[in-house]
């Protein structure tokens, strides 16, 4: 499953080449809310990989026939970057991410091999620079997205199944907090969901469970405009079961014959649903809260809980909504953070799902850890960089070989 | 299912603007087979169609949050222009590669809204500029590459599912027929295929039956080092059923009970299946001639021949070579015409398949048609062009403006 040979030059943060802004810098009209920088990163099967280099955003440079623009050689993440009340920025878990997108690339047969270490370092340099842009309240972040694009050539037959050359960049975008995270807060609504049976985003031995650009531009044009995004249903023994929400996962929320409140969620074992990093943060410290191994960060959670990661049928929803036992339904990822979902439309009928207080609690607890308001190892604290100086040295007197200097 | 409001600018062939090659124009590197010249249309949802432009090949320039780059937001045709003994430039049902473009186009919300006549008009004069480079024997020909992407941005939540910018191109590369064409002249071997399970290609509700880039780059990697190429299997009720082999659509030739030969080809009606144009008009050559409607273009086809849709179970291909009335197997598709199935790889097994010699009489018969050696309505004849000269003429001059007058 790797395309790299250990001979090839690791990706290094150490020779990094720091391009700064021009003092002229203005933003393109319509591109304001980007970050003004980007990290790229190139990489080929003769040589490993490349220098790093933080430049001005640019736009991407590809030859018509590379595997990107053909054959949809892209895969990507997606994170953001915090400020604290202190002011220091921080990101979430990082090298989950990087993990995540280590193996959505080995599947499109793109390099996967680096050292996580060393990727960190070179993003948490590239937000530094936006320290500025960063939004210091709840809500607001400076959004990340990571991108990996086959650059090298792919069209008719190819010899290998491995990319040739490829491109790893780093994009930002500034966050006001003003889209989805707005109406999450309109707690005891929820957003709306049309169940889509029509267009499958996934399916066994597909590709549901990586974070390929394939699996989101070709279920686009499925989003009815009335709804937040579709739930995404596929029929197997007669049944309909959900998978993803649009590009997040889903929880419910029942109440067991035991007693007990379950946390109800697909299982990664088919393979069609993606491996959420906030799925993952949830699952860890609902159970580790229920086994009484380590309390929930907030005060408010149940000890009567547990986690279940099993299918989740529709008729499943619609019974527990009958006879009481659906106590809510959220949805969770990087984007929304954790939402709650309120309606659901599904064979020509709306469904209102009980609104739970535990989905706040829930979205308190992340984005308390995310903005450093509670303190955990999975907040990352991005280090000061003496290239922020460099950079601004550079923009005021113009000089580009002392930003040089101060990079590496 | 279209972006294009009727009040937007239509694709036009009328304003193309010729940019010729500079008169030092010499091929980069790697890039010598690649044709000279590439034909690009942009497209908005504000203006519509812009200006078509041939001009010298380029790389394509894209933000890195648009389309193409984050949600594999891109397709594509296969087709490829065949220089007659005659030197005449022929393609072969290109109207029926752009009604595939539109359709795929409209799957991933790109416009899908164009007179098929103009985009013909525009590619004759594309693939006119490269009338020398088009190989003038059986099996070369100039391949063509259009390709439509997203350059709209697209990431995070979009309120609409369709695009807000794309790009029409076209760009072309000389081949030579020394691939996959020469192993299909050794009749009597064919090509060795191998039954993937383990990465399914399509299902039903997915992308399969649209030619879009995520369906090629998310399968690479199930290809073996032996083999040509993998054959599709996908599981149904306890049955293993095949679908395409590599990017081919594929038939098997099997004696019926009641005396007929019979062509099986996956239906389309499950939606997992490429509706290729060389599976279409082979369906039809054959139905024609089964049907005494209209004779099989060369001698030699038999008459008592039945050509039917349906399901192909690997069960069905093993147990009809058990009893021997499996008579052949072949693929088809724009890159490699016609070609024999010689062996497949199932379960640890190696199957032989026999050898028919219908398989090269198809073959013959689509690339006669396809180089004008057997006249058909198919077969479209590119007219000539005065830019030809007119580019001729800037070449030798230098003179863009003269180029510029006579494109139009």
Redesign the interface.
Known sequence: ?TATPPTLAALSAKNLYLQPLPPSHTPLPG?EN?GRY?LSIPWNNVTGWGQATIEP??????????????????C?EGMKCYKTEEGDLRLFRPSKNFDRLKRSA????LPCEWDNDELVSLLAKLVSLESDLVPQYDGGNL?I?P?M??TGE?????AS??ASSALL?I?T?VNLGK??YASAEEEGKGIKLDAC????RA?????GSYK???N???V????KPDF??SLWV?TEGGEDYISEA?AMNVFIIKQAEDGALEFITMSLSNGIVLPGITRDSIIELLRKHGANEKDFPLDGMLRNIRVVERDISMSEITSSLADGSLKGMFGCGT?VVVVSIGQIQYDNQMYTIPHNPLVLLLRDTITGMQRGKIEHEWSYKVPEWKGVRAEAAAESKGNDEKAEDLAA
């Open positions: 499953m591109k980007f980007m955003r640019r736009d991407i440079t590809v030859d018509p026939l590379s595997g990107v623009m053909q054959y949809a050689g892209t990507f080995a599947r499109l047969g959004y997205r991108t694009i086959e792919a069209y008719g037959i190819k199944p491995y960049y994009v975008a889209a989805l049976k029509e267009y499958i399916w066994p031995g597909g590709t390929l650009g394939a989101y531009g070709t686009m044009i499925a989003k937040a995004m596929h649009g984007g």
